[in-house]
Structures are given as structure tokens and as C-alpha cells.
């Protein structure tokens, strides 16, 4: 199985920042897409950002301008530089990874297969 681990959130005051990092480990054979989602209490989860392997990223507009994602293929990392941080941030933030694994299925030779997986999640909390 493959496992995501985060680290990084806490409570922190408006104008502050914060850097999350979710390191994925396991049975990879690669990873594609990795993103990070958020979610409020009584609200949908959102995606924050995604980047792809290659490094191209894609941001929601809440979150253009403040944060930044980055990714270390070497170490199956990614990180989330947070900035200028209010209490709309507040939130569960999630870390997502779609794994490329090599694996048999139904007593088939291996071959490559693609899973999603979710870190548990990290709180977020933005307040004075």
C-alpha cells in the first residue's frame, strides 16, 4: 500500500504563514499528479492546487499570488508555502497523489497501474 504523510499545519495569525509538506511512500513506481484540497466544516472539499510531475502548476483563485507548490520527485514530496493567511484559510488541508504502481491484479502478469491516494489531513486554523 502507499501511505501520504503531512506535516506542517497549526494555528497561526492573519498575515501569517505556514509551509505544509506530505511525503508519499510505499509501493511507487512513480507519482503523477499531486495536489493539495481543503475542507471547512458544512463545506465541499476544494481543491487548492495541483501540480504535475513535470512541475506545472494549477491554482485556484483563492489561493493565486499567496501560495506556492513545489515538488521533489526524488523524494516523493510535495510542499505548500502558505502567505498572507486569513481566517477564510481555516481549514482541513489535504494531501492527494495519483501513484503509478506495478502490481498484478486477478493473477495477471504485472504491469503498471495508476491509484489515487489522500494524506490524512492537517488542520489549518487562522486566527488572532
Known amino acids: 500500500q502507499v501511505q501520504l504523510v503531512e506535516s506542517g499545519g497549526g494555528l497561526v495569525q492573519p498575515g501569517g504563514s505556514l509551509r505544509l509538506s506530505c511525503a508519499a511512500s510505499?509501493?511507487?513506481?512513480?507519482?503523477?499528479?499531486m495536489a493539495w484540497y481543503r475542507q471547512s466544516p458544512g463545506k465541499q472539499r476544494e481543491l487548492v492546487v495541483d501540480?504535475?510531475?513535470?512541475?506545472?502548476?494549477k491554482y485556484a483563485d483563492s489561493s493565486k499570488g499567496r501560495f506556492t507548490i513545489s515538488r521533489d520527485n526524488a523524494k516523493n514530496t510535495v510542499y505548500l508555502q502558505m502567505h498572507s493567511l486569513t481566517p477564510e484559510d481555516t481549514a482541513v488541508y489535504y494531501c492527494y497523489a495519483r501513484v503509478v504502481r506495478k502490481t498484478s491484479r486477478y493473477g495477471s502478469p504485472p504491469k503498471l497501474y495508476e491509484f489515487d491516494y489522500w494524506g490524512q489531513g492537517t488542520q489549518v486554523s487562522v486566527s488572532s
Open positions: 510505499g509501493d511507487i513506481f512513480s507519482i503523477k499528479t
Open positions: 501540480i504535475t510531475y513535470d512541475g506545472t502548476a
